[in-house]
Every structure is written in C-alpha cells, then in structure tokens.
C-alpha cells in the first residue's frame, strides 16, 4: 500500500514537472476521471450574482395633449433627435384664443368694479353726511305741515294782501285820471289798463297765498312729506349698514376669479403644444396632422437612448448581497464576447410574488455603451457582490468537509496529506484559503468526469493526457 502512494506521489510530481516545463500553469488534471494537481496562488476572488433582462431607455416619456382637439402641425418624425423644450405638435387655438380675448375683457370690467368701489368707499363720509341732512330735511318738512303756519308767516300773508289791494286801488285812481284827461293818448289809457289788470293779479295771488296759509295741510300733502321721510331714512340705513371693506373684498374677489379664467385659457393655450421635457429621441408618433388628438393614448413618446438599464428579477437569497454601487457585467444575448460595464443603481425595497416565488427587481445601469447595443436588448447580467484583491485562492472542489472542519489534499514530497483549513470568501469555481496553506502549495484535486479548460499538456503514464487548470 504504501509502494502504491509513493508511485502516485512520484505521477504527481512528474505532472507538476511537467507544469512548470509548459508555462507555470497553477494546476494539472489527467484524463477523464484521474485526480488533478493545483498550485495555491494568490489572485481576484469575486462573488458574483445573474439574472437576465431588457435594455431599456433610463428616460421613457410618453408625451398626450391634456385635451382633445385638432391636431395643426406635427414637427417632428421617428428617430429626430430633440431638445429640451422643443416645439413637438400643437392643436389648432383659435377657439381658445377668441376664449381667452373674452376673458381678458371680463378681467378688465372686473378691475373696473373694484376701482368704483374703491372711489365709493373713499366718498362714504360725505355720502353719510348728505343723506343725515336729507333725512333732517324731511323730518322737518314733515313737522311743519303737522304744526301749522307760523303767525308770522301769517301776518305776512295778511300785509301782502292789503298792500296788494293798496296797489291795486293806486293803479284804477290813476287810470281814471288818465282817461279823464282831455285829448289823451290811447296807448296811455291802454297802459294805464294793463297796470290796473297787473295790480288785480297781484292782489288775487297775495289773497291765494293767505287763504293757503290760514288753511290746513291736506292728507296728501302729509303722505308725500312722510314717504319723502321714509325715503330719506332708508337711504340713510342703507349707507349706515354698508361695509366699504366687505364691497372692495367682493371686488377684489371677482378680480381674482377672472384673473384665474385667464390662467386658465393660457394654460390650456400652452397645453396646446406638446413641448419635449428632456433631451432625447422620437421613438413613437401617433398623430397626424389634420387628425384627432385624445387625452388618453400618447400622441408623442421620447426616450433618452444614452442612458440605458436594466432591470433583473433576483431571488431572495441573492438580492440580500445586492446594493447599489455595485460594479455588473452586461452581456448582451446577440454578442455574446460583448462585456459593458455596468453599476447597480437601485434595489426594490419590496419583492413581486410570481407564482408563489418572490424576486426584487434590481435596476442596473450601463456605463459605457457601444452603436450595436439598443434599447430592447435580452441581457445577462453578473453583479459582483463581494472581491478580495490578493487572495489565496484554491478550487472549491478542492475542499472537503467533515464534521464542521475543512479539509484539502496537499501534496508534501512524495505523499498526500489532508490538512485542515479555515476557508473565506467562496466565489463561484474558487474559494478563499485563510489559514492552513502557503502561496506555492500542491492540492490535489478530486477525480472529476468534467474536462476542464485550461492548458493540455501530454503525460504518458498512469496519468495519461493532462489538463492544468
């Protein structure tokens, strides 16, 4: 038995030999089945996740008029290359402009009230003062009537009457002189006439006067002087009850409203356009001019194609290593020796249940790209969740475990040995070796039915053709 090792210690050995003489490759493996030396090396150890998914733009918009109508112009087509802020379509306004010129109008007869109120508000005092004095007026009208004439008026009344039958008595004396009076002229005798008919009138007026004053009010005179007092009272109430403040308020208020009427029609004026919000390309053009335009499919879709990501679906068991920041490899299905950078740049906080499997999306972006790569894509992509610079590096399968303890073959002179290890990191073919092995050291490793790729090297023998991986 012994014999039996130290002849396949001496194969071994020979198949290191015969490492060294082809380039110093860090492990060999015989035909298919024979076990496989490595060389212990220090080297990147990565741990890495996949998933597969679709490029997509970063940026997608989908660009809809928030109201229907004629579409007046369409200036743009598929594949142009727009700017933010550019002038896409647009509907035909002259509906909206002939609304907007009425409101303008409206807006300034609001404006209008509003300074009339203002002006009313400033004349208040003198418009309180007026109508006090108004209602003093009335109320002493009214009294007058109820209380009588004034004895003085009446005595007034009473002299004018007898001056006015003194006057009349002065111009009949003098017209009977003048026609008594030889040789007289007839127009003396016709003006004499009129003054005596002048002084009759005067004294039948004086005598209107008197009896009008001795006399009582009527009922209809004591109506009108109360409903012109009533009147009076009432405005004055009126004004008394208005409040200026409350008025200018209201103004102002409907001020405000056609301001907003305005707003609003300009807005609808400017929503008439479809306006690029972002640097990007046309992808999509759903309208046509002369066409309808609605509010609910889009009209216009942009998409910014210089920056592009994906999205990947990850299990449970490997989105708890994904974060962002993350370096990724993005290999695109069609160009399979195509490697693009890439950097995870979100994690859904929360899973999507598919039948009855739990995945997190995990947003991916390209940052470097290539012409041949587009938007729409299928790609894999691998996220390295975790890399040791420098690390002693051994091949997973090189590595047992009994009882909680890890084990490796080494290769010491002529014999193997197990010795124990305490392993690190593990990477997806690798594994990290943290204590038990030394940079240089010979694993053996366990018969595989797998070829392996690396460098063939010929090796007659119990070994037959090799491998070194």
Known sequence: MVKRRGRIAAF???????????????????????????????????VRVSGSGNLQPHTLVNLSFPQSGIVRKVYVRVGDSVKAG??????DTRDLELQLQNARINLEIARA????????????????A????????AQASLDALKAGPDPRDLEIARLNVEVSKNALWQAQLSRDKTAGTPGVASVD?????????????????ARLQYEKATSNPTEQQLKAAEASLAQARANLIRLQAQDPNLDIQLAQYQVQQAEIAVRQLELRLEQARLIAPVDGVVTAVNIAEGGSAGTGAPAITLADLNQLEVVVNLP??????????????????????????????????????????????????????????????TVQVQIIVARRENALVVPRRAVTTRGGQAFVTVLRGDQTEQIPVRVGMRGDTMVEILEGLREGDIVVLPATTAAAQGTRVPGPGFFGPGMFR
Do not use: W
């Not at 550019?86 to 509907?91: D, G, I, N, R, T």
């Not at 009230?113 to 309180?128: G, N």
């Not at 007026?130 to 007026?137: D, E, S, V």
């Open 12 to 46: 071994l050995l020979l198949a290191l030999s015969l490492v060294t003489a082809c380039g110093g490759s860090p492990a060999a493996q015989t035909g298919q089945g024979q076990p496989t030396v490595y060389r212990v090396r220090r080297d990147t150890l990565e």
């Open 86 to 91: 550019q002038v896409l379509a647009e509907l």
């Open 113 to 128: 009230r509003l300074a009339q109120v203002q002006a009313s508000a400033r004349s208040r005092p003198a418009d309180l």
């Open 130 to 137: 007026a109508a006090q004095a108004a209602l003093a007026n």
């Open 189 to 205: 005798l016709q003006l004499a006439q009129a003054r005596v008919g002048q002084a009759e009138l005067q004294a039948e007026i």
């Open 316 to 377: 449970e068991v490997d989105v708890a290593q994904v974060m962002p920041g993350q370096e990724a490899e993005v290999i695109p299905e069609a160009m399979p020796n195509t490697r693009l950078k890439g950097r995870v740049v979100a994690v859904a906080p929360v899973g999507v249940q598919t039948q009855g499997v739990v995945n997190f999306p995990v947003t991916i972006a390209l940052e470097e790209s290539t012409p041949s790569v587009r938007a729409g894509m």
